[in-house]
């Protein structure tokens, strides 16, 4: 099982806070076919940063994530 | 003397202050900057959400480069979370020194960096709903100033 | 709001910056700066003397340029003058603003104000009398900062 | 009577944080040849500016004091 986080506006547009992912490993082009084109555009994008288990994630295009991993999906953090 | 918090409850920055002050015997200096929810038209509240795997490292690795940066004797950086309504603080920096000029920027520096790098998201309640607020070019520019 | 004092008493920052804050309703920040007597090696105590016809004047003038070119709600300044130990507050300078840039801008320009041009001698007693302060080039450096 | 204030280090040269002058009307180098010459040395400088009745002067070589004046000779601020 792998945890999806989705912070800011990312949980309104997936629906919820938190997705959990049944296939294990999955690339990252596997996550965004298994999400909704909307909400895969947006976390394609460059705007959306990456952590695994709380590590950030320089090039989350190599990312293959495994049984027990949380993925982060973090939009533009809002200035204030 | 370091003291960074993440606080989910209403907070008295007087009440920080104060014994951090007090913890850095021999001062020269101390800055502290308290941000406030402004009273916007219309704003009846105001929610920040983080991601705390990254949030409260973030802050200590910020904190580890004002320390770097600038010759600081103590720093406290206290943020809150959760729900907030206009007039409640929301950020508490103080940074405390020999001489003013690094107590100064040393608040200034860990400003634009919570305002424009950490890991908060905010929006803000209307009579219509919650709305997300988005990055301002602003804080870009500010963070810009630090190379 | 304006608040604008010379002290010749021990006072204590926090009973001025609590009731200033509460002082500027919906405000979005507030920037403070205090500096105390530093515990300089073998410095028994300072002694600040100013002119009073032009000091308390001068401060008001600072405070009129600081609203000019800070968008404010409210400036606190005060200024001890007369015999201070180490540790003891000499300075204490309060901007509340909307945005956070203004409040710790204003704080920064009238620190530097203050401690290059205002009327203020110092002198400092020591095991061997007392000795005048003479002015320093960083503060001359940190004025020309403001143009 | 025309009252000379000293401020800062000038008070320990002028042995005195005040002293009343008798002449009047008095001009800039009049009052410097009344003082001691070490003293005087100091005040002509461009480092001593100088306040009449708590207003600076921009010129304090132009200056004509009258009775009841009071000048107020100040060295440079002494920053912190």
Known sequence: MIRLVFLGKLADLAGGDTLEQPGSPLSWLELLASLPTSLADVIASDSTKVAINGELVADKAAIVAKDGDEIALLPPVSGG | ?147
């Open chain 2, 1 to 147: 003397m370091r003291d960074i918090r993440l606080l989910d409850r209403m907070f008295i920055p007087g009440t920080l202050i104060g014994p951090f002050t007090q913890a850095n015997p021999g001062l020269g200096g101390v800055c502290t900057f308290v941000g406030e929810v402004r009273h916007d038209q219309g704003v009846e509240a105001l929610e920040l959400s983080h991601y705390e795997p990254l949030t409260l490292p973030g802050m200590h690795e910020l904190a580890d480069r004002a320390f770097a940066r600038f010759e600081l004797m103590g720093l406290l950086m206290v943020h809150r979370i959760g729900l907030m309504r206009p007039g409640e603080p929301i950020v508490c920096v103080s940074a405390a020194a020999l001489h003013r000029r690094d107590a100064i920027d040393a608040v200034d520096f860990c400003m634009d960096h919570l305002k424009g790098a950490a890991w908060f998201w905010k929006r803000e309640k209307r009579a219509d709903g919650w709305h997300w607020i988005e990055p301002r070019a602003g804080d870009h520019a500010d963070l810009a100033r630090w190379g």
